[in-house]
């Protein structure tokens, strides 16, 4: 037996939140493969408890800069459940209009800013702006775009203020709306170029068996509703997740690991893409059809290619919702506070949210649960990890295989800030 | 080697939303990428903790052993140390937990043994080491950190404007969220920097850039409890986002107090 050789990415970067990954290999063989996650716990379940329940949407935002609308749009569904709320067509157009510019905003930070560099050959946006400005400039301009939409309907793009329980507090004016879809859809040829693009990146080749899951709605591409179905047939509402998946500590991580009926599974663009392909407008499958790559994938890579697939997507339905949008009547509906269980389950940029809050009659907070996307993935980057590096081969040189190594986390555009917000932990007192 | 001068973005606890008024400054992120070199911004790509720098940005509270002991290293390496946002200037959201009683907060949740350990408090970075400017909101404001970033280039102190939300809302011609919606509006004690987004998009403020010059917290408390809040509903008022700037921290804990007999 010889003596194992340890690779170690003590810092993963361009990955949102804090990781590190630790690689043990003896006798040409993984012996122990750990993405540890110390991002600090910031216990986001725990101060909810006892706030009443009109602070959940400006609190939630906070877990995530990167996707704050997200919780925003998954905690309103949860407390509209709860006081028994249905929102107007019109505003749940706005929301959906409003969360797809989320998704335009993270996408395309993470195509340009994140994951690209790396099948290029860069190590950072700026370094690779030198040769590929083109491609670089449409990137920062599509998410330019999903900001300003942001900014429009919230105030700010990051922890937007106007989302409340039973609507907005502030509508958009038409002209407000109309100067912007002037933009939007001058910026539909450079969201085709990019995805076109995405499809010549240099992608490694490979095949993995996992189930995928996502949600699923009858008419749309979903975002902001839907049932959680999966690759092996599961078909669930919001409130029978628990059923189903289970979060399992693992101890050297402050982040839980969540398994779908004890298996490691997929969310985010390439399982939502693998199981709602049929519901792409047709101007969206024509341009994906023109790439020659095919969804349904097995290709963990392919995750690249359905996140450009997602802002192409975005802009389209942002130009549906809002080119014909008539404000309602009254920005948001009246409702009465009164306790009960909620759940909530939306398409955040990186796969499914989940959260279930209880309150008191009262409406202040008795307990809150939040799944995040990165949670969920989790073990299947590991899983992923596991087959990929071997086939890459586990001979090749530390920073070749650290290289790659950081190469498949990132792929999944891993949101370790999400990640750790209900971590249990162990508490050392400050002397 | 370059002459450029040298900035790093360092990340303590958070949720990254204030390095983004980096990554999401499009343009202006490749010009200042031009003009300085970024040596330390894991996010983006660079990684050197340790290197010397002109200019450091820190985001994010302190709340782990290994956190503070970071920040006195980075404080040694960065001739200008500022900090970004409401997390490292005031604590953020996870420093609630400070009000907690710990052990309540902590016992219910299962401990495993090897997990990171955690300190009980959040801390602004001021209460570590000594910082050079400190820039508020929840996120901050990225034309205030650009234009922080163009007055440390040019060696001069940035301004950061201390007065109230107020007087933006009445610049911008808001009708007053209090006044007119009889609703509770923290603008009247909070710091600008924001142009007044809340009230302009029809709600009060929830004081994510934290107090103002002398923000008369006291006379202000009555004036919610005139609205019909109880003496601690104003007190989750002052201890939301900022609660650990002084003014705020010791205003909630006032109201807190007279509320138990
Ligand atoms: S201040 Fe707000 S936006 Fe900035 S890192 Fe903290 S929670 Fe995020
Ligand atoms: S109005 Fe208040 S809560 Fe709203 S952005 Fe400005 S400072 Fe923050």
């Not at chain 1, 290619?305 to 802002?311: G, L, P, T, Y």
């Not at chain 1, 759940?343 to 499914?352: F, L, V």
């Amino acid at each position: 037996m010889t003596d194992p050789r340890r690779i170690q990415v003590p810092v993963l970067t361009r990955v949102e939140g804090e990781g590190a990954l630790d690689l043990r290999i003896r006798d040409g063989e993984i012996e122990k493969l750990q993405l540890r996650i110390f991002e600090p716990p910031r216990l986001f379940e725990k101060l909810l408890e006892g706030r009443p329940w009109s602070d959940v949407i400006d609190i939630v935002a906070r877990i995530c800069g990167i996707c704050p609308v997200a919780y925003q749009m998954t905690a309103a569904q949860a407390l509209e459940e709860i006081f028994g709320v249905t929102v107007e067509p019109a505003i749940a157009e706005l929301r959906r209009a409003m969360y797809f510019a989320e998704w335009i905003e993270s996408h395309a930070l993470h195509i340009h800013l994140l994951a690209a560099p790396d099948f290029l050959g860069f190590d950072s946006v700026t370094a690779m702006a030198e040769q590929y400005p083109d491609e670089v400039r449409r990137g920062l301009h599509l998410q330019g775009l999903g900001n300003r939409l942001l900014a429009l309907l919230g105030g700010r793009s990051v922890h937007p203020v106007s989302v409340c329980v039973g609507g907005f507090t502030r509508l958009p004016e038409r002209r407000e709306l109309n100067a912007l879809l002037e933009e939007y859809r001058e910026a539909l040829p450079l969201a085709e170029a990019l995805l076109a693009w995405t499809a010549t990146l240099k992608l490694p080749d490979m095949t993995q068996d996992f189930p995928a899951v996502a949600l699923r709605h009858p008419q749309v591409y979903p975002i902001e509703a839907g049932r959680i179905v999966s690759s092996e047939g599961l078909d669930i509402d919001a409130a029978a997740f628990p059923e189903h998946f289970r979060e399992a500590q693992v101890a050297y991580s402050n982040a839980l690991h969540c398994h779908l009926h004890d298996r490691p599974y997929l969310v985010g663009p390439l399982a939502r893409l693998n199981l709602n392909r049929d519901r792409l407008p047709p101007p969206v499958a024509a341009v994906l059809e023109r790439t020659g790559i095919t969804f349904p994938s097995a290709n963990p890579f392919h995750g690249i290619v359905a996140r450009a697939v997602e802002i192409l997507l975005a802009f389209h339905e942002v130009i549906r919702l809002l080119e014909n949008w008539r404000a309602p009547e009254r920005s948001r509906v009246p409702f009465t506070v009164r306790g009960g269980v909620g759940h909530g389950c939306t398409e955040a940029p990186r796969g499914i949210l989940w959260h279930r809050y209880a309150l008191d009659e009262a409406g202040m907070v008795r307990a809150a649960t939040i799944t995040p996307p990165t949670s969920q993935n989790q073990a299947r980057i590991e899983e992923d990890l596991r087959q990929a590096l071997p086939r890459f081969g586990l001979e090749r040189p530390d920073a070749e295989l650290r290289a790659f190594a950081e190469q498949v986390i990132r792929n999944y555009d891993p949101c370790i800030s999400c990640a750790t917000h209900f971590l249990r932990l162990q508490v050392e007192r400050a002397p | 080697m370059s002459a450029k001068p040298r900035i790093a973005v360092h990340k303590f606890a958070s949720c990254d939303g204030c390095q983004l008024a980096f990554l999401n400054a499009g343009e202006d992120l490749l010009t200042l990428a031009e003009l300085v070199e970024i040596v330390h911004f894991p996010e983006a790509g660079p990684l050197d903790p340790a290197a010397k720098v002109d200019l450091a940005f820190v985001e994010g509270s302190v709340s782990t052993p290994e956190e503070a002991e970071r920040i006195r290293a980075i404080r040694r390496h960065s001739r200008v140390l500022a900090t970004l946002g409401a997390c490292a200037t005031a604590g953020g959201l996870q420093a609630l937990r400070n009000f907690a009683n710990a052990g309540e907060w902590l016992a219910g949740v299962y401990a495993t043994p090897e997990t990171v350990a955690a300190l009980d408090t959040a801390t602004p970075i001021r209460e570590h080491v000594k910082v050079d400017f400190e820039l508020w909101g929840c996120p901050v404001n990225g034309e205030q950190v650009l234009q922080a970033v163009r007055d440390v280039l040019f060696g001069v102190s940035p301004a950061i404007p201390d007065e109230k939300v107020c007087l933006d809302c009445k610049r911008r011609g808001n009708p007053c969220v209090l006044v007119t919606r009889g609703e509770p509006c923290m603008g009247p004690v909070t710091r600008t920097g924001c142009g007044a987004l809340c009230p302009a998009m029809n709600r009060g403020c929830y004081a994510c850039f934290g107090p103002a010059e002398n923000p008369n917290t006291a006379a202000f408390a009555n004036r919610l409890e005139g609205l019909g809040l109880l003496p601690d509903e104003v007190a989750r008022r002052y201890h939301f986002i900022t609660s650990q700037a002084p003014a705020f921290r010791a205003a909630g804990k006032k109201e807190a107090k007279d509320e138990t007999p």
